[in-house]
């Protein structure tokens, strides 16, 4: 008998990988996504010939191979929907309580493949045929998406600082370190008074006693973390970089590439700078090629992190993947303390992930359950809940920056330059897709203090953005004559990320229904 080809196990497999990857292809690079295709196809084949030599037919073992494929990787989004939802007083979205019913749907359809289905031919080349339509819409959602923005030409951010540089510097041996410390999501200190009920003034003191000089008044640039980045890093605007005539594109990567390729890079390199980078588990800030890159050892990469959630994996690991998050974050504090000891001249980059959500940091570090990853209209929470949560882990948070910026300022050598920054400001009042509906003064006013030399407070000035941070650090110190650039703010929503509006105007407006309740 004709041996017919059975091939939709494989491709059921692969497709959840690369449906997920086609949904969030804006923020999520190809190498993030190969180890999880390898496992997925390396597993199914191992389930598909173990089903194989036990049921001795090769269409029954496929099609057993589909249901336990199919039944894994839809548990996490039925059990996303039915979480916490109760009936009759009775709370059946638990995991136990789902785990039950698919492990019965998988006895009932097992026992209906080997006892009941007499012909398997038909159904086999019916699922080979849905398989391969499946992957159909996904796979061109990736063909579109990138031909879409092949030719999405960026300016190469060297050529910001070569046009705008002198060659006179400082003498070498007067260089300072200089540490660019990002907080994501650290709010101004009357935001988070007005809107948050939290007090920042002692952490403020903290920094003034230590020779911090705080920008009252300062905003953000641009309303998303690439965005604010890809600008401050080579102290220009993004429509001053990047080809904005394809304005309805998601495609970040042209700002992964001037977040990684920057001017700050590439002028402190040519100083003699030895460039340090600390992991940040997020793919865009990433420095991985950094003369020295500190990776952290977490287990798996937030595409990976996503993926679990959405499987029947999420029944074991679900309770450890915030743990796994805080231990990441906690790697990236525990290394700012230790890169003070590496060789000067450095330039060193850390993106620290918090206080953004999740919120999984009590006010002392103790840990709390896990909270979603998103902000605004996106956030699996009430409004209540995130600021509750943003006040435990921005207190825990102001305790580890002291211990850090103790152990930095105590290191040998010139007195540095460290940069504490805000990306941008929280998201309990952020509508992604509403303008009008969100409170842009909680979103753009964001926190901002730096150390500089000789306590050189006069150079700052309260209404600072972070696009003339490095242009007031290289006049100032480096002798450059790059000059400073009119103090602009844009937004644009998370689907339409350079649909750029300049809301420099309005700024301080709050329009979302619920602020200040």
Not at 91 to 98: I, N, Q, V
Not at 455 to 473: E, H
Not at 482 to 504: E, K, M, N, Q, V
Request: net charge negative; charged share 20%.
């Amino acid at each position: 008998m004709k041996r017919r080809l059975v091939i939709h196990p494989f491709l059921f497999a692969i497709y959840p990988i690369i449906a997920l990857f086609a949904y969030n292809i804006d923020q999520v690079f190809p190498r993030e996504v190969w180890r999880s295709i390898f496992w997925a196809l390396s597993s199914s084949t191992v389930l598909f010939f173990l089903l194989k030599i036990l049921v001795k037919d090769w269409e029954r073992a496929g099609l057993l191979c589909s249901l336990v494929i199919i039944l894994f990787f839809s548990y996490g989004h039925v059990y996303s929907l039915v979480i916490g939802k109760r009936f009759a007083g009775l709370e059946f979205g638990r995991s136990d309580y789902l785990a039950a019913l698919w492990a019965t749907v998988w006895i009932l359809l097992s026992w209906l493949i080997l006892r009941k289905l007499k012909k398997t031919t038909r159904i086999t080349e019916f699922l080979n045929l849905i398989s391969v339509f499946a992957l159909i819409l996904p796979g061109y959602r990736i063909l579109e998406f990138n031909l879409q923005n092949i030719n999405h030409a960026q300016t190469p951010p060297e050529s910001q600082a070569t046009d705008r540089q002198t060659t006179a510097l400082a003498p070498p041996d007067t260089l300072p370190d200089i540490y660019y410390i990002i907080v994501d999501g650290y709010g101004r200190a009357d935001v988070l008074a007005d809107l948050y009920g939290y007090d920042n003034s002692v952490f403020l003191g903290d920094l003034a006693e230590k020779g911090f000089c705080v920008a009252e008044q300062s905003h953000s640039n641009y309303a998303q973390t690439a965005l604010s980045l890809a600008s401050s890093l080579n102290f220009a605007y993004v429509h001053e970089l990047i080809d904005l005539q394809h304005t309805s594109t998601t495609d970040r990567s042209p700002l992964a590439n001037l977040v990684k390729a920057n001017s700050v890079r590439s002028f402190l390199s040519a100083q003699g700078y030895q460039v340090v980078a600390i992991e940040s588990g997020y793919s865009i800030t990433e420095w991985d090629d950094a003369d020295v890159y500190i990776a952290s050892p977490a287990r798996f990469n937030s595409f990976e992190t996503m993926l679990i959630s959405s499987s029947a994996a999420v029944i074991i690991l679900d309770r450890y993947i915030p743990l796994w998050y805080r231990d990441h974050i906690l790697f990236g504090l525990d290394q700012l303390n230790d890169v003070a000891n590496l060789e000067s001249p450095k330039l060193v980059f850390a993106h620290l992930t918090v206080p953004h959500p999740p919120f999984i940091f009590g006010p002392n570090g103790e840990p709390r359950p896990a909270t979603s990853f998103r902000e605004g209209n996106y956030y699996d929470g009430t409004i209540q809940e995130y600021l509750e949560g943003y006040r435990g882990q921005i207190t825990y948070l102001n305790k580890r920056l002291i211990e850090i910026i103790d152990t930095i300022l105590a290191s040998p050598g010139p007195q540095p330059i460290v940069i504490l920054q805000s990306d941008h400001g929280p998201g309990a009042y952020l509508n992604w897709d509403a303008l009008d509906q969100t409170c842009l003064r909680e979103r753009m006013s964001i926190f901002y203090a730096i150390h500089l030399p000789d306590n050189a407070c006069d150079l700052l000035y309260d209404t600072i953005t972070p696009i003339n941070t490095f242009p007031l650090i290289f006049d100032a110190y480096f002798n450059t004559e790059i000059g400073l650039t009119d103090d602009r703010s844009y937004y644009s929503l998370w689907t339409a990320p350079y649909d750029l509006i300049d809301i420099t105007n309005s700024i301080d407006t709050c329009n979302h229904p619920r602020a200040g309740e």
